[in-house]
């Protein structure tokens, strides 16, 4: 095999792509779930739920196909198995498990906040421990595509909440400034 010269060492591309492959790995756990919940939410918040999971999977689809691509580009090979992903995944499935509605949407926003700090972790190795900003940039550009995510769904949750006239419950009985 060619010698891969592209002004990282060997050890800082397995490095790099040891990250990335967890990255894949979480990602994978992540679209099981964000699928499975498309598949089985029910109630009155079904459509927007069912829609909102299908644009967020299709999303995902493309993120985990940028990733394993960033590591072939590496010089590496994406893990691919169900086992490997579980293995290394910092997520974790829940077996036997169908939330509600809201539950699902609480289980996928913690999910995402956990693949944005691990991102950000992620980040911060690329560039001060590997010396790749080339894949700095593109974990962050993916954070923010986690963290994007992950506001629509606390989005969701937040809205739970709201008063019929769309006040928070607390900021109802609180007496305006200037009153």
Partial sequence: MRTINIGLTEEQRQGVISLLNQDLADSYVLIVKTKKYHWDVVGPQFRSLHELWEEQYEELTENIDDLAERIRALGGFPVGTMGEFLQIATLKEHKGEIPSATGMVAVLGEDHEQLIRNLRDHVDQCSEQFHDEGTADFLTELMEEH??????????????????????????????VGV
């Avoid at 963290?147 to 305006?176: C, H, N, V, Y």
């Fill in 147 to 176: 963290e994007q995510m992950a506001w629509m769904l606390r989005s969701f949750i937040e809205g739970q909440a709201l008063e019929p006239d769309g006040m928070q419950p607390e900021a109802a009985t609180k007496t305006p």
